[in-house]
């Protein structure tokens, strides 16, 4: 199958089937999986264009309400910081599109880039799970019996407060938002949502609990791929010379396999230890990592 934009031609059943096994296990954590499909399109597919980038916002949101309802029906999803990270994430998604099409529109800066920026969260995650960073655990909370889903107790300007499963939670919003704008601007150059950074930062540095955190930054990540679609379709008319808006066949097809992997991994998230899914994690970013220094080294 011939796809024009990314003028490339791959078997149709290759994108879902990649998809849906990427976005089972990443979507435990938060996470759409889109970081790790851009190098799938651009290294095994060969889809290095510009549009590229939006192709993976446009799978982020066709996919990622899977995952979203999944979190929502087991009463899992915290949304005040949804919408946190969502007005701090939009504008920097603009201006990260803007960054993306203007300076690093070659491939091999643009791989450094990201490998720079995942190497940094991994071993925030690796401080984290040796026990580097010492913090206080979350205080119980009086609770009879725990209750297995989120229910908010302080909501305000300043800070955002949480039970779940007996214990109690909370982050600073001004905090939170001013990680959002850089959240967003990374992820608007990236070309994803914006999860793969933020919910390792929530597990790492504010020590919420990944159940709690991962259909939050999934619905995030909606909004802010949402805003980075119709950011790059806005200004494509301006940019002849490039291809920038997406290919919907594309986008289309990886969806189809996220929309179901993000659907059954979110229901089979609470089977897992939270530090299986944490060592998960790091596992895909340092993968990550490793082969774009390569790529870029090799040039």
């Keep these: 199958m011939y796809f024009p934009t990314a003028e490339i031609e791959v078997s149709p059943f290759v994108p879902p089937l990649v998809a849906f096994a990427v976005s089972f296990f990443t979507s435990m954590g938060g996470i759409s999986g889109a970081f790790l499909l851009l190098p ?10 510009t549009s590229v980038s939006a192709t993976n916002q446009l799978y982020n949101v066709f996919s990622n309400p899977g995952g979203v309802f999944r979190y929502y029906r087991e009463k899992r999803m ?30 091999r800066p643009f791989k450094l880039f990201v490998a720079l920026v995942l190497l940094g969260i991994g071993l925030e995650m690796i401080r984290d799970l040796f026990g580097w960073m010492r913090f206080k655990p979350a205080p119980k909370y009086e609770q009879s019996p725990p209750k297995p889903y989120v229910e908010v107790v302080e909501r305000n300007l300043s800070r955002v407060s949480y039970t779940f499963d ?13 990680y959002s704008i850089a959240v967003g601007l990374v992820g608007g150059i990236y070309g994803i949502g914006g999860g ?20 939050a930054t999934l619905a995030a ?19 002849p010379d490039l291809s920038i808006a997406p290919d919907w066949g594309m986008a289309l097809l990886l969806s189809l396999g996220g929309l179901l992997g993000m659907y059954f991994g979110a229901k089979f998230q609470k089977c897992i230890s939270p530090v299986l899914l944490k060592w998960m994690l790091v596992v895909i970013l340092f993968g990550t990592v490793i082969a774009y220094f ?3 080294v090799r040039g």
């Design 294 to 296: 390569v790529e870029f």
């Design 78 to 107: 915290l949304w005040p910081l949804s919408w946190i990270v969502m007005a701090g994430a939009v504008p920097g998604v603009v201006i990260g599109g803007l960054v993306r099409i203007n300076w690093l529109a070659d491939v």
């Design 166 to 178: 007996g214990h109690l939670y909370s982050f600073s919003v001004p905090i939170l938002l001013f």
């Design 196 to 215: 793969a950074i933020i919910a390792p930062f929530l597990v790492s540095v504010f020590h919420l609990p990944i159940y709690t955190v991962a259909g």
């Design 221 to 239: 990540t909606f909004v802010n791929a949402l805003a980075g679609v119709l950011f790059y379709i806005a200004i494509s008319p301006l940019y």
């Design 40 to 49: 799938f399109q651009m290294t095994f597919l060969g889809y290095t264009n």
